[in-house]
């Protein structure tokens, strides 16, 4: 017997189990039984996916409870998801990414049904930066299935949204992507490899570098070190630079200016100051907790 249950929007921002984890959920329900019931709202599915593909594949007819119509359905979901489901942080911003954004001006007929979250609010609820959710809503919206698919079991977003800004056709982000994480990794690297290669510069890098920089920019020289750091590829490029010695801070920098001077725009080298500024910042702060 199979149960057919709708799954209600609140249920659907999370992501299901992984192959193995469903795997041990559906040798427990078959050896101890459902447990846990799985709870409808108003008819639809409010929490237990994974419990009911398990019951369906077994051939177990699932046990249901329905919540009363007078409680939040959103704030219930939230609340049982976030407080007992280990999502590490970019799960949580692409589930945050799903939330219904609230609309601009005055409500809609369905808020009750489909209520509304700004970013600060998703944000709050979800423990992760405004950032993260911009980036994994680009992904939803810009990236292939299996990318989707990747940043659902894990993997970071801000460097599927280097993948995307690398390769922004979906087809071939799909055939790139079906070869898993490494296969993305491995294109990254070779885009950034194909790049101009630095020139060397004497001059006083420092005095050279404009104050802001733009996101293309920025993801630019973020993708060059990503690929190029000596730390590991999973720490962001600013804790690259941190820990980065003098030559191979310069090393960066001409980089940057090198790319500068072969797009003949004033694209990369934007970033520079604002790097050192942070850099110099972060060490003059390392340097007074150690001195105290």
């Not at 510069?201 to 690929?227: F, G, H, I, Q």
Request: charged residues 25%; aromatic residues 6%.
């Amino acid at each position: 017997m199979t149960a057919q249950i709708p799954i209600h929007p609140a249920a659907s921002i999370f992501p299901l189990m992984s192959p193995q984890e469903f795997e041990k959920l559906k040798d427990s329900i078959a050896e101890n039984g459902l447990r846990e019931y799985l709870t409808l709202y108003q008819g639809e599915l409010l929490d237990g996916r994974n419990r009911l593909r398990a019951c369906n594949e077994l051939g177990i007819e699932p046990s249901c409870e329905e919540l009363l119509d007078e409680i939040d359905p959103w704030a219930y979901a939230l609340d049982k998801k976030l407080r007992h489901t280990q999502l590490n942080v970019p799960q949580r911003s692409m589930s945050a990414a799903r939330l219904p954004e609230a609309p601009e001006g005055r409500p809609s007929k369905n808020v009750e049904k489909f209520p509304g979250y700004t970013l600060d609010d998703a944000s709050r609820l979800f423990g992760v930066s405004t950032k993260s959710i911009q980036q994994a809503r680009r992904i939803l919206k810009e990236g292939c299935t299996e990318l989707i698919a990747l940043c659902n079991a894990g993997k970071p977003v801000s460097k599927a949204c280097l993948f995307i800004d690398a390769c922004q056709d979906k087809r071939q982000q799909s055939k790139i992507a079906k070869g898993g994480w490494k296969a993305i990794q491995s294109y990254l690297k070779e885009a950034a490899d194909s790049a101009p290669p630095a020139r060397q510069n004497t001059k006083d890098l420092a005095t050279l570098l404009p104050d802001t920089a733009t996101e293309a920019e920025m993801a630019s020289v973020e993708r060059w070190l990503y690929c190029h750091s000596p730390k590991s590829p999973g720490e962001r490029f600013f804790d690259v630079w941190y820990g980065a010695d003098e030559k191979w801070r310069n090393t960066i920098l001409h980089h940057i200016l090198a790319e500068r001077v072969a797009t003949g725009a004033e694209a990369a080298v934007q970033i520079g100051r604002q790097i050192l500024k942070a850099a110099d910042g972060h060490q003059q702060t390392k340097t007074e907790s150690t001195d105290a």
